[in-house]
Structures are given as C-alpha cells and as structure tokens.
C-alpha cells in the first residue's frame, strides 16, 4: 500500500473547486500505478492545507 501525503499550501490551491482537487488525487493515484506498479485500492492520500505562514522556500517564509 503507498501512503501520499500532500501539503496543500494556499497559493496552490486556494479557491481550487472541489473538481480540480479531485484531479489532483486521480493523477497522483495514476502516477503511482505507473512507478509503485499498484492499483488505486493501494492508495491512501491525505490532505494537509496550510497556510502561507506555516511554509518556507530558498530560506524565506512563504508570507514574505
């Protein structure tokens, strides 16, 4: 079984429609029965949504 745990941070999906989340997790469960050869049943993803202030790039806060 893969486990994918997705950081949701607010510039990537903030104001998304339910819709295009749900592409989201259709690719990645696609993604990982091309590379882990399993099926989507063998798929467990879970969402964390985080906020610009809970994140850091190139050694600055993602609210700067």
């Known amino acids: ?3 994918i745990n997705a ?3 607010e510039e990537l999906f903030e104001g998304r429609r ?3 989340k749900r592409a ?3 690719a990645l ?3 990982n029965g091309v590379s882990a050869d399993g099926g989507a049943e063998s798929v467990d993803i ?3 949504d985080a906020g610009c202030g809970n ?3 190139a ?3 993602r609210a700067d």
């Open 59 to 61: 050694s600055k806060r």
């Open 1 to 3: 079984m893969s486990t």
């Open 24 to 26: 989201f997790v259709v």
């Open 18 to 20: 339910f819709e295009q």
């Open 7 to 9: 950081q949701l941070f």
């Open 46 to 48: 879970t969402f964390q």
């Open 55 to 57: 994140g850091a790039r």
């Open 29 to 31: 469960t696609e993604a």
